[in-house]
C-alpha cells in the first residue's frame, strides 16, 4: 500500500463514520427541535420555543393509562422471560437430547418473523378458542418476542464461566442447588441482568404485535402514541419520543459503564 492511499485511508475513513453517524443521527435531531416548538403545528425550524408539549406528555390520560400497562407488561415479560430463557439457555448449553436444534431453530424463529405475523396470530387464535384479551394475552406475545434475545445474553455469559470452578464447589461438598446459588448464578449476574434489561426495554417499545392482541383496557404507551396521532398533529409525540430516547440511551449508557455490553454480546475482544 502506497503512502498516498494509506493517507487517504486515514482521513477518508473517521469522515465516513461521521457522516453515517450524522445520517442516522440527523431524524433525531430534527425530532428534536421540533418538540421544542411552540405552535401547534409541526415545523421546523421552529419559530418560537415551549415546553408545553411535554407537559402535554405527561398530563394525557391516555398517555398516563398506556404508561402503566406498558409497566405491568414490562415487569411480568421482563421477570418470565428470564427465568424461561435462563433455563432454556443452561438446558441448551449444557444437556444433549433429541431435537435440540429444533427447539433452538423454534426458539429464535421471532428473530426473523416479523412481529405484526405472531401478533395475528395470536389474535386469530384467542377469536377461535373465544378467549379474553386481557393482560396475560399481551404479556405472552411480549415474552415469546424477548425471548431469544435474553437467551443469547444467558449463553454468552456461559460461554465465558469457567465451568472448573462450578467442579471444584461440587467438590467441597456443595449441593448442586448451592453450587447454581453460589457459583452460578453470580459468574452469570451479568449476562442476567443484560437479558433483563434488554428485555424490558423491548417489551416497553413494543408496538407492532401490541396493535393486535391490545385492547383499550389494556393498550400499552405506543398502540396510545400510534391513537393519539391518528387524532391529532401537535409536537406531542415528537416531545415523547425525546423521553423515550433520553430515557433508553440513559439505560443502556448505564448497563455498559457497569455490566459492559460488549462483553454481554460477545463483542468485546478482551472478554
Known sequence: MTHKSSLALRLGAP???TLILAFVLL???????ASFNDKALLTFPPQSWSLRWFTRVFTYPDFQQGFRASLVVMAWTSFLALFIGTALAIAVKRMGFPGKELLQAILLSPLVIPHFT???GLLILVA???MDRGYGLVILCHVMLVLPFVMRSVYVSMENIDERLEQAAASLGASPLKVM???TVPLLAPGLFGGWLFAAIMSFSEFTASLFVTTQATQTLPVAMYNYVREFADPTLAALSVVYIGVTASLL???N???GLGRILNIDETH
Not at 431524524?27 to 427541535?33: N, Q
Open 27 to 33: 431524524p433525531v435531531l430534527v425530532v428534536t427541535l
Open 257 to 259: 459503564y457497569f455490566l
Open 15 to 17: 469522515l465516513l463514520i
Open 128 to 130: 377461535q378458542l373465544d
Open 118 to 120: 405472531l401478533g395475528l
Open 253 to 255: 449508557a448505564f448497563a
Open 181 to 183: 446459588l453460589t457459583v
